[in-house]
């Protein structure tokens, strides 16, 4: 049986994505797909799934992912990037479509550092003229 693996990154969050030939099971740390995402899972199901919707592979494979860091926004998006790199391994075909919808390009943005004086990244101590 053959497997491919990608990772995928967001934010702070690391995605190790292996795809397998299969009916589309989908687990994220040994866990159900809706039971890791919980409450959100209904919102983050077409952002995560949409590298299988542009391809057309939905079911075709199955998914097991092993995601750690930031939060559950950075998770899903890490583990989106993971699912597209993984899918242009196995067919290098589909890389002109995913490409095309945006969904090789990784999103560099990550959180500010704290500066000194500061109470976080970019808020100030309040300003008191008297």
């Known amino acids: 049986m053959e497997q491919i693996q990608a990772t995928g990154k967001r934010k702070e969050a690391c995605a190790r994505v292996i795809l397998r030939e299969g009916d589309g099971k ?13 409450g959100r899972a209904k919102s ?8 299988f919707y542009i391809t057309q592979t939905q079911g075709k ?3 097991l992912v092993n995601v750690s860091g930031g939060g559950t ?3 899903a998006g890490a583990i ?8 242009v391994k196995k067919n290098e ?3 002109q479509v995913l490409n095309k919808a945006g969904l090789l390009k990784r999103d560099t943005r990550i959180h500010e ?12 101590f309040q300003f008191s003229k008297r």
Do not use: T, V
């Open 80 to 87: 989106r990037y993971g699912i597209a790199k993984a899918l």
């Open 113 to 124: 550092r704290k500066k000194y004086g500061l109470y976080g990244r970019r808020r100030r």
């Open 44 to 51: 983050y199901e077409p952002f995560i799934f949409a590298p």
């Open 61 to 63: 494979f199955d998914c």
């Open 93 to 95: 075909e589909l890389k």
């Open 26 to 38: 989908f687990i994220i740390n040994k866990r159900d797909f809706y039971e890791y995402f919980g």
């Open 73 to 75: 926004s950075g998770q």
